[in-house]
């Protein structure tokens, strides 16, 4: 049987049928789902039954994976999830419910905010491949934002203003927006935190387009005022997130969905999470480089 795609919005995303991702793929489909991700940046396979060693053997066939930020800045114990696997849940390593004070329950809010995975490495991430284990009865939808479609719709004094732009991201950035503070990372991580950079506007030789590399992990533009930065960053964001260019996905159990954090943003919504059970896990692709030495090309 053949993939096949339908199409979820104008623009982005789209469901695929035809295929069991547990087992081993061939050349053929895994082009054929790095050809869809080119087209629609948001790819969701429904009842694909993966483990966690199924899940990394399938996300292997795209590149080399990240090791997830939760357990970069986690002792062994706290994990519940091998170092490949963020543990996108509301469970400790016990597989009970977080505390309605718990650290890392508050930490994970962020998710909460528009975001592009791992935006705050160097090399940032390319593919997220999230998988639904158990999903609440209600709420937790995640959200994905098109940033193609949002850099296409730029007036042209815009695009010409962004163009050259570098910004620089720091998971502390986002971090604060929520509250938190620096010293709230313990003196070890104060490094991770260190700002790097990319370019606003980023071009795939690919496909020929450019997106926004737009991410809530964003606390500046260089050469810029602070407070400048900020409140134009604020302006594209909202300008990206207008409900023309965003689709809402409602998960079900076994649930996989891939999307490209170089052309998408996207941000988790609120659930039950004291009461709820929601055990989701996502593998990483890192990506093939740093931005700020992108080619880019007039368009
Ligand atoms: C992620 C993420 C959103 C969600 O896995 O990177 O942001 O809805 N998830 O859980
Ligand atoms: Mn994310």
Redesign the pocket.
Known sequence: MTLSFAPLTPTIAATVSGIDLTRPLTPEQVRAIDDGMDRYGVLVFHDQHFDDETQLAFSRNFGELEVSSGAEMSKPEEMRLKMEM?D?SNLDANNRLRAADDRKRLGALG?RLW?S?ASFRAVPAKY?L?SARIVPPKG???EFADMRAAYDALDEATKAQVENLVTEHSNAFSREIIGFERQDYGAENQDKLRPVRHRLVRYDPHTGRKSLYLSAHIGGIIGWPVPEARAFIRDLMEHATQPEFVYAHAWKPWDLVIWDNRTTM????RYNDLTDV?D?R?STIRGDGVTVEQVQQAA
């Open positions: 963020a996108i998710n975001h995975d997220s999230l937790g939808n995640t996207h941000r988790a919504r929601r989701m996502r």
